[in-house]
């Protein structure tokens, strides 16, 4: 679809929202929704041919508006780099490094590299959490590396940071196995009292243990603006399939919300005895919600929100966001409604489900991706914003424009496919969606950087809004030159209400008319349908 068509295909969205009530905020807006899109701007300055910067993440101080970016440079420095915007994301410079030694070695795992998250409380405070560990710990296997979970608070946006452990995993030798590999934290901060901070994340655990009971998605609260963090909870202890990332959302009423999934691990047999013949199928890996009324310290059940899916291949990355103005709650990721589907026969949509009750009871799933009909088109990575009006904004990779199928076999190893950055929004609370928009300016070549042959980062999208702009990062391999060449952090915005485009431009699928005429016409379509109210109205009222 070309840029022509987003534009009649998102105004036509908002004539609906305006005629039919819409959300209060929303309802209210007296501009025509007119998306334009930025050209990308490299973000990241690393000049080393081997630097591989990957699951960029965004986030946007309210007070001041100074834009923030957190990468991991997965092959290099092996740190959390900060990068910096005060004009709205037209230029970058570097920021602090939050950081602190012995602990440097932040992203080691560049197949599953969800190392860090970035958040600003209402205040403009910014907390970013990561994992680490000390280097010289590198050559040992990975059960038996310490690795930390770090939460960094700056209240400069990014320039100095005062870092604290909130999880220290045992570093002794005799230490137990279990509790040592910490990954891919999660932030949230309650928007009423910053005093309360959140992170969550997975403890690795492995079947040749004395005692597993399989892997752990851990939350710790903080009551002291992050200072300090309290004992973790295992959000599903003693599962024999064990939880899966979870992911924390704090609504205006100060609950904490979160989502896990099942890691989808099968006990082995006890020692001598022959494994079954045939071998059982995997489990199905559900996902799973509970909240927390009273800052963590108890929880309701865990209650099934999706059934999942078996493979690793589907069922991942969910984000999980609560609506600033509302009771609504909004799940995203991507998966497949078979729960055995493996790609690429059954290939991969973004799907949202929705609460509009606290989590008490969720909607139906929905799909995200207008082009689901498509065989083969894999949608994977979304992550989700609510902008304070409400509106809610979802962003994914999408393999739909890749000129080499997914799943092809390149030099013996299989291809993920071309990538691009896709958008949409909703302005009915996630029940329909505008016409997906492009984001990236030239599609993303995964034979490049890190995700070559497969090795697939396993990492959201980068994306944070604001009420007139929305605000995208990601790895982008453009500067690369080989297989297995360097990633580099790209952004790019979009204007919700951004100008008219000359006729013609980008016009591929409407056959030649002009932006300006299209526009004309939606809004005298707009005009009329309000004068047909009127006059029914009017109507009525002297017949009354």
Not at 144 to 170: C, I, M, N, Q
Not at 376 to 392: E, I, T, Y
Request: net charge negative; hydrophobic share 35%; with cysteine.
């Amino acid at each position: 679809m070309g840029r022509t068509g987003r534009v009649r295909g998102a105004l036509g969205a908002a004539l609906v929202v305006a005629v039919s009530g819409g959300p209060a905020s929303l309802a209210a807006e007296e501009k025509p929704i007119n998306p334009s899109v930025t050209a990308a701007v490299q973000v990241s300055n690393n000049p080393d041919p081997a630097r591989g910067h990957s699951t960029p993440l965004i986030s946007r101080n309210p007070k001041t508006g100074v834009l923030v970016i957190a990468d991991c440079d997965a092959r290099t420095k092996k740190t959390v780099d900060v990068y910096r915007s005060v004009d709205d994301g037209r230029s970058w410079a570097p920021g602090g490094s939050p950081m602190t030694k012995p602990w440097t070695d932040a992203c080691g795992n560049p197949d599953s590299n969800i190392d860090h998250t970035i958040v600003h409380d209402k205040d403009g405070v910014m907390y970013l959490a990561f994992q680490a560990s000390d280097p010289k710990f590198f050559m040992l296997p990975d059960p038996d590396r310490p690795v930390h979970v770090f939460v960094a608070k700056s209240t400069d946006d990014g320039l100095t940071f005062t870092t604290v452990k909130a999880y220290e995993a045992p570093e002794a030798p005799e230490g137990d196995r279990g509790l040592k590999r910490n990954y891919r934290p999660w932030l949230a901060v309650d928007p009423v009292n910053t005093q309360f901070v959140y992170v969550s994340w997975m403890q690795f655990h492995t079947n040749d243990e004395p005692v597993s009971s399989g892997n752990k998605a851990l939350i710790a609260a903080s009551t002291d603006g992050g200072r300090t963090f309290a004992k973790p909870f295992s959000l599903r202890e003693g599962d024999p399939q064990g939880s899966y990332e979870g992911r924390p959302a704090v609504d205006s009423k100060g609950v904490v919300h979160v989502t896990f999934a099942g890691r989808g691990r099968v006990a082995p047999p006890p020692p001598g005895t022959p494994p079954p013949d045939p071998a059982p199928l995997p489990p199905i890996r559900t996902v799973l919600y509970r909240s927390s009324a009273d800052h963590g310290q108890t929880w309701t059940d865990a209650k099934q929100i999706e059934e999942g899916n078996s493979g690793f291949g589907h069922n991942r990355k969910w984000g999980l966001r609560a609506d600033p103005n509302s009771d609504n709650l909004y799940a995203v990721w991507y998966g497949h409604p078979n729960p055995r589907a493996a790609v690429p026969a059954d290939d991969r949509d973004v799907y949202l489900r929705v609460s509009h009750d606290s989590g008490k009871t969720w909607e139906d799933r929905v799909v995200v991706n207008d082009d689901s009909a498509m065989p083969n088109v894999q949608h994977m990575h979304p992550n989700l914003s609510v902008a304070p009006n409400g509106r809610l904004d979802i962003v994914w990779m999408d393999t739909r424009n890749s000129p080499i199928a997914p799943g092809t076999v390149v030099n013996g190893v299989t291809y993920v496919g071309h990538q691009d950055v896709y958008y949409t929004y909703s302005l009915d609370q996630g029940r329909t969606f505008a016409p997906n928009i492009k984001i990236t300016d030239r599609i993303i070549d995964r034979r490049f950087g890190i995700w070559q042959g497969n090795a697939d980062i396993h990492g959201p999208t980068g994306i944070i809004s604001t009420d007139e702009t929305v605000y995208f990062t990601w790895q982008d391999s453009r500067n690369g030159h080989g297989v297995g060449s360097s990633d580099d952090t790209y952004f790019a915005s979009l204007r919700m209400h951004g100008p008219v485009l000359a006729a013609g431009a980008e016009d591929d699928d409407d056959n030649g008319v002009p932006s300006p005429i299209l526009i004309g016409a939606g809004l005298a379509i707009g005009m009329g349908l309000a004068m047909v109210v009127v006059a029914i109205a009017g109507r009525r009222a002297r017949a009354a």
